[in-house]
């Protein structure tokens, strides 16, 4: 799914973000935390910015489908 979100050549056919995460009640620190995870992970593959911008938009589509409102 990240793959299609950044303009890759997959295509996602599985359950969307809003399914997956429906009744997890993950919440804005959770959100954070998990990007914070992402970046970290970003850098240590040395991955460039521009990508890396790219991938954290992506990802970022997702955040309302994913973050439950408290």
């Not at 959770?30 to 914070?36: G, L, N």
């Not at 970046?39 to 489908?65: C, I, N, R, T």
Request: proline residues 3%.
């Amino acid at each position: 799914q990240l793959c299609m979100a950044a303009g890759g050549p997959c295509f996602y056919t599985g359950r969307t973000m809003k399914a997956s995460h429906e009744g997890l009640g993950i919440t804005e620190i959770e959100w954070q935390a998990a990007v914070k995870q992402l970046v970290a992970s970003l850098d240590k593959f040395g991955v460039p910015q521009k990508e890396k911008d790219d991938v954290l938009a992506a990802v970022s589509s997702f955040k309302g489908d994913i973050v439950q409102k408290q």
